[in-house]
């Protein structure tokens, strides 16, 4: 009896410490695309040179006859509540991060994660990496 139990919590803790994004596929036409060059969309210049050393590293053009827009946003979430009790979400995590992949406006594919401490690099690019393969983008 204790072995299934015991079984049970450790595969629960396995499956309970990988990296966990939300992501949301608008538009199923984008899957399978070659990505040579994005517009970038963000009002954070701090994102934005983040942004762009990521694209960078990986050859992706930023141009602005590009067919794909890149949106990128982060958050810091406020830390200035007393009661634990209707801020707790707030203490977990210090920020999230999203990437969504446009044509023309219109959404094709979302993805962010919440994020402790600060927004680092490393995090931008597990983002990207999600895209490509969830979109099996060349």
């Given at each position: 009896m204790r072995t299934p139990l015991l079984l049970i919590l450790v595969l629960l803790l396995i499956s309970g410490c990988g990296k966990k994004y939300t992501s949301h596929l608008y538009d199923d036409t984008v899957r399978g695309s070659r990505v040579d060059a994005v517009r970038l969309s963000t009002a954070d210049a701090n994102l934005s040179r983040l942004v762009k050393a990521m694209l960078q590293k990986r050859d992706i053009a930023i141009s602005d006859r590009a067919l794909l827009t890149l949106q990128a946003e982060a958050t810091t979430y406020s830390h200035h509540c007393n009661n634990p009790l209707t801020c707790s979400y707030d203490a977990t995590y210090d920020g999230f991060v999203k990437l969504t992949l446009m044509?023309?406006?219109?959404?094709?594919?979302?993805?962010?994660?919440?994020?402790h401490g600060r927004l680092t690099p490393k995090l931008l690019?597990?983002?990207w990496e999600q895209m490509t393969e969830e979109l099996e983008l060349r």
């Open positions: 044509r023309q406006m219109h959404p094709l594919y979302m993805v962010q994660s919440d994020y690019e597990s983002l």
